[in-house]
């Protein structure tokens, strides 16, 4: 079975950088294919794909916010990490981690499942 | 970036009701369309991959259809579990999710 669970701050001031960890359980980032994301829900508004990495360490960033955001990963810890500089208070999310799930289906198909509950971060002075 | 769109954007149903939701994405997808319910509190369910196979679990009454730019889902029979809000993604480039469907109770 395969769950992941997100952690970080809850507040952040405007201008500090967040820092989010996922740590997950149910298969390994070292597994040909598998990649974990990070995906946002601002309070009312719609999901947003934030960054995905996958198992031989590529990386992808959405590209409005690429210039704030690292992803990296603690194979052994089982762990991925996103950081995000600079946080404003639109930045105020429920952030994700979801596994990034690939079937080979006439081409390679993949998807986000599971996620984990998500974690609300509020960007406040 | 591809972009999503969804229509409606919300939808007043009731129980027993057939509903159906649009996705069109900005440029050709071919079949690598994903949909999602969310309801508050709750982790994101998965229920459709390349955009109409039924994730494992996921009741029959869902189903998903479309290839290149639309693509719908279908819930054929509403039940009181399924007022949510449902998205699409694209999972053709970088990801890219539709702006949600809100599915209430009328």
């Known amino acids: 079975q395969i769950t992941l669970k997100e952690s970080g701050p809850t507040l952040v001031k405007p201008t500090q950088t967040l820092t989010l960890t996922c740590t997950f359980s149910g298969f390994s980032l070292s597994t040909n294919g598998v990649g974990v994301g990070w995906i946002r829900q601002p309070p009312g508004k719609a999901l947003e794909w934030l960054a995905l990495i996958y198992w031989d360490d590529d990386k992808r960033y959405s590209p409005s916010l690429k210039s704030r955001l690292t992803i990296t990963k603690d194979t052994s810890k089982n762990q991925v990490v996103l950081t995000m500089t600079n946080m404003d208070p639109v930045d105020t999310a429920t952030y994700y981690c979801?596994?990034?799930?690939?079937?080979?289906?006439?081409?390679?198909?993949?998807?986000?499942?599971?996620w984990g509950q998500g974690t609300l971060v509020t960007v406040s002075s | 970036d591809i972009q999503m769109t969804q229509s409606p954007s919300s939808l007043s149903a009731s129980v027993g009701d057939r509903v159906t939701i649009t996705c069109r994405a900005s440029q050709s997808i071919s079949r690598y369309l994903n949909w999602y319910q969310l309801k508050p509190g709750k982790a994101p369910k998965f229920l459709i991959y390349a955009a109409s196979t039924l994730q494992s679990g996921v009741p029959s009454r869902f189903s998903g259809s479309g290839s290149g730019t639309d693509f719908t889902l279908t819930i054929s029979s509403l039940q009181p579990e399924d007022f949510a809000t449902y998205y699409c993604q694209q999972s053709y480039s970088t990801p890219t999710f539709g702006q949600g469907t809100r599915l209430e109770i009328k």
């Open positions: 979801a596994h990034r799930a690939i079937q080979d289906y006439g081409g390679i198909q993949n998807w986000f499942d599971p």
